[in-house]
């Protein structure tokens, strides 16, 4: 196993506090606008996440922070230098793993991350090094030559990740790293980038798994509709929006149903089922189970998951 | 990086030729067939099948061949086919299917880069192409050297301009099948009618007269001359038409590709 610091290399670029600085960030595609002039800040050596439904704009963010994208206004800074100016010496500098396999399947796993790092100017030598030293970290050294198509959904994911580690960059940007992979596959990717992040690399994370957010950022953003709902750390927002714990109520009765109005208890009523939020530490569940209802009534602790439905809603987006 | 159309070229463009080239070099043995093969096909059913009822034809005034005739045509219309397919169909499945210069432009790369070396890679096939029927064809003695070695850098520029409006159209068709069109409009009737398989005099007047916008009339006639060895001035006319050819659609393509991909 090679040392992980070999992989990462040292961050000698930029020792400012914040490595993204947004301003007023604008994206529009015609009339719609996909980013509605949104601020925010990812501190060096930390994981920032943007959260959000399909089409609340994630990806138009993190795209304009890249460099793919070019803005409609507003201002961006990576590394302190301007995006729209010094794109070229930023991407230098930015290791990112697309939401889509951009895999080049003409290649194979090695030949992949070898013409990846010619991209960043890296000599053949070098390349091959850092190549093997990457295998090695996403644990695919055994299949260093087989076809990129033959490689399952989770390999493929991982090998994203390495490619975008080629260049040792000091930000690296995850649009939606493992969606559509299996339980193990999340996990292996979520042990790789806890070693990363043990070595001080600077996140920027887009997703919708909320698991996924709570155990990587350290501070995070729920966008809809281009627009920022709230910012802040995840165990603060669960404290702040929804409380410690949470009950669940499966076809509740109308007794139930006003002995909660009549209380004023915070809660969601989805018909079949209600969703309420409580701080005490089980008083209330208790007094709900004895009087109201004898089953079909769960209380577990508040997710992150809890403050996200409570802030986006629950429709679907299609 | 604003709205507007900023040019973005660097040297840099040759790590996407190189690219291409890496992966060319895998198969190299099989991409190797079509070229060497395609010119014996062609002498074959023209040359041998053909001349029988056509016999010798006069050009420029004099008796020579058909096959002689065709025989350069055919480098000329190869230089065509390998660089505008490359910048279409090959290219379009890079860009749309395997979002390989999505994947580019996470990297220090522009999108002039990627598309420029992507051109650059069309006029390379051409290139090679022209090589390997240059050596077939100089087997049967139809091509005169030292002249005949013009014909490499005449590929070069071909293959630049067919590249270049074939990318132009990679920037504009909405999806694969689309490309049936210009190959149906712009390269079948230029196969046919621009002096390959036979003298343009023989057409109408204005036939003849649209022939001449066919940046292949002037390849294959330019390849022809260097082939017979017939150096004369008058041929800088028809370079400066593939010139001024590829002088509009490369900046073309570039902007197309750039409206398509830049979102």
Redesign the interface.
């Known amino acids: 196993m090679v040392h992980p610091q070999a992989v990462l290399g040292t961050r000698t670029l930029f020792s400012g506090q914040y490595i993204v600085e947004a301003e007023n960030l604008l994206k529009t595609?015609g009339d719609f606008v996909a980013v509605n002039r949104i601020s925010f800040q990812v501190a060096t050596g930390k994981c920032y996440g943007i959260l959000g439904p399909n089409g609340a704009g994630k990806t138009t963010t993190v795209r304009m922070v890249?460099?793919?994208?070019?803005?409609?206004g507003g201002s961006l800074k990576v590394f302190g230098l301007d995006?729209?100016r010094d794109?070229?010496q930023i991407?230098?500098h930015?290791g990112?793993c697309?939401q889509?396999?951009?895999?080049?399947?003409?290649?194979t796993v090695l030949?992949n991350l070898e013409?990846?790092a010619?991209?960043?100017?890296m000599p053949q030598k070098e390349a091959r090094q850092k190549a093997m030293e990457l295998l090695d970290f996403i644990a695919l050294k055994h299949r260093l030559n087989a076809p990129v198509t033959e490689l399952s959904g989770g390999m493929m994911r991982r090998l994203v990740l390495a490619?975008?580690l080629i260049?040792t960059p000091d930000l690296l940007i995850l649009d939606e790293p493992t969606t559509g992979l299996d339980p193990q596959s999340r996990h292996q990717i979520w042990d790789r980038l806890g070693e990363l992040q043990g070595r001080g690399i600077t996140i920027l994370l887009t997703t919708h798994y909320m698991e996924e957010a709570s155990r990587l950022c350290d501070r995070l953003i729920i966008i809809d509709h281009g627009l920022i709902l709230v910012e802040g750390n995840p165990a603060e927002l669960i404290r702040q929006y929804v409380g410690g714990n949470v009950i669940e109520i499966v076809r509740p009765t109308d007794e139930l149903r006003s002995f909660i109005q009549a209380r004023q208890l915070p809660h969601e009523d989805l018909g079949h089922r209600l969703i309420v939020y409580c701080e005490d530490r089980g008083e209330l569940y208790q007094r709900l189970t004895r009087d109201f209802c004898k089953e079909g009534c769960v209380m577990r602790l508040a997710t992150l998951e809890d403050v996200f439905l409570k802030l986006t809603g629950r429709e679907l987006r299609e | 990086m604003t709205q507007g159309f900023p040019i973005k070229i660097s040297r840099r463009f040759l790590r996407v030729w190189g690219r291409n080239l890496k992966v060319y070099r895998k198969s190299w043995k099989i991409s190797f067939i079509p070229p060497f093969l395609e010119p014996l096909f062609y002498l074959i059913a023209f040359g041998v099948g053909l001349s029988g009822l056509v016999g010798n034809i006069r050009y420029q005034g004099s008796d020579i061949s058909y096959m002689s005739y065709i025989a350069p045509a055919l480098i000329g219309v190869s230089i065509m086919y390998n660089s505008f397919f490359e910048t279409t169909y090959a290219s379009f499945v890079r860009m749309y299917y395997q979002k390989t210069f999505d994947a580019m432009l996470a990297t220090p790369l522009s999108l002039e880069e990627v598309i420029t070396g992507e051109i650059v890679w069309g006029a390379t096939k051409s290139f090679i192409a022209a090589a390997i029927m240059m050596g077939v064809i100089s087997f049967f003695g139809f091509i005169r050297f030292p002249e005949g070695l013009l014909i490499l850098p005449l590929a070069v520029l071909g293959g630049i301009a067919f590249g270049s409006i074939g990318m132009f159209f990679t920037g504009i068709v909405a999806n694969i099948e689309m490309f049936n069109l210009p190959v149906f409009l712009f390269i079948t009737p230029m196969f046919l009618f621009s002096g390959t398989f036979f003298p343009l005099e023989n057409l109408p007047q204005w036939a003849q007269n649209a022939a001449f916008l066919f940046p292949l009339t002037h390849l294959a006639h330019l390849s022809r001359a260097f082939s017979f060895g017939q150096i004369h001035i008058s041929l800088l006319w028809e370079i400066g038409y593939l010139l001024l050819f590829s002088l509009i659609f490369f900046p073309l393509a570039l902007f197309k590709m750039h409206q398509r991909l830049i979102k």
């Open positions: 595609f890249y460099g793919f994208s070019p803005m409609s995006i729209s794109w070229r991407k230098f930015i990112v697309q889509e396999n951009s895999l080049d399947p003409d290649l030949q013409v990846f010619r991209y960043f100017d490619r975008s260049n």
